[in-house]
């Protein structure tokens, strides 16, 4: 009985085929990589420096268009500009959080503001509504919102005449 060689087994046949013109695109192969990690480099330093000139453009002409008024700001809050503004911008980063965790959003159609002021008009206006307020405790809080409203609405009224109490007359 003849066995079988090794390379009979191996016929050309059990082989898989290629395709003559195979192509392996490679991402990180290339005749020199530091090249084209120079040449991207540089043109992320070239982008850096045009957004730059772009923003130190539109800064000037920020100052152009309320410079006089802003520097005048600045100049009359003397050493209270810098930690008034680093707590302004602590406040803003405050209230993105808030924003973004509350999911807020502006109301998106008219349909949504009248809805929203009907919904309280037609509870304010119902007696049956405030019978159920004040079985189930809820007065207090009504009454803190209202009072908050009030209060922001006071606020308002001394920033509007400039002054805390009455109009100045002079």
Do not use: C
Not at 29 to 40: D, K, Q
Not at 67 to 95: A, C
């Amino acid at each position: 009985m003849v066995r079988p060689t090794l390379s009979a087994l191996r016929a050309p046949t059990a082989r898989p085929r290629r395709l003559p013109q195979q192509r392996r695109f490679a991402s990180t192969s290339s005749p020199n990589p530091t090249t084209t990690t120079e040449a991207a480099q540089k043109k992320a330093q070239d982008a850096l420096a045009s957004a730059q000139v772009t923003a130190q453009k539109a800064l000037d002409g920020a100052k152009k268009i309320g410079g006089s008024l802003g520097e005048r700001i600045g100049s009359m809050l003397g050493s209270y500009r810098q930690p008034l503004t680093y707590n302004l911008s602590v406040g803003r980063e405050l209230l993105k959080q808030v924003y973004i965790a509350e999911r807020l959003q502006p109301p998106t159609s008219l349909s949504q503001f009248t809805n929203a002021y009907s919904t309280i008009w037609s509870r304010a206006s119902n007696p049956s509504y405030w019978r159920e307020v004040v079985k189930n405790g809820q007065w207090a809080k009504i009454g803190i919102y209202g009072l908050e409203a009030y209060g922001i609405f006071k606020i308002g009224e001394i920033i509007g005449r400039r002054h805390l109490v009455g109009y100045s007359l002079n």
